[in-house]
Nanobody, 126 residues
Framework: QVLLSESGGGLVQAGDSLTVSCTAS????????MAWFRQAPGKERELVAG????????YYDDSVKGRFTISRDSTKNAVYLQMNSLNPDDTAAYYC???????????????????WGQGTQVTVSS
């Protein structure tokens, strides 16, 4: 069975850095498309960053490009999101997602992902 588990969220101040982690069991993070989404209260879940299946580098939403870095560690079967220069607009629950069917045109769509973690809360104070 597949399990995705996020960790590393917390309360930080604007300008701080934080790294959230996603550990996977039952699937290989190197053989699936992996992504980080976030959702703030009252807002839709939105794509933050991800890897396509077999991709060597990640892609990013414009709102985080240059500040966030997605990475994966095959030995630990984990995906990470390093978040720098955080601001209050980054406050959200961050979710890890995995898919074997995601393509460029539907990567933004949460319904394209077969597996989800439960989320980890990131709160950034001003």
């Amino acid at each position: 069975q597949v399990l995705l588990s996020e960790s590393g969220g917390g309360l930080v101040q604007a300008g701080d850095s934080l790294t959230v982690s996603c550990t996977a069991s039952g699937l290989s993070v190197g053989r699936n498309s992996m992504a980080w989404f976030r959702q703030a209260p009252g807002k839709e879940r939105e794509l933050v960053a991800g890897f396509f299946r077999g991709g060597s580098s990640g892609y990013y939403d414009d709102s985080v490009k240059g500040r966030f870095t997605i990475s994966r560690d095959s030995t630990k079967n984990a995906v990470y999101l390093q978040m720098n220069s955080l601001n209050p607009d980054d406050t959200a629950a961050y979710y890890c997602a995995a898919s074997g069917r995601v393509i460029s045109s539907n990567r933004w769509n949460p319904t394209a992902y077969e597996y989800w973690g439960q989320g980890t809360q990131v709160t950034v104070s001003s």
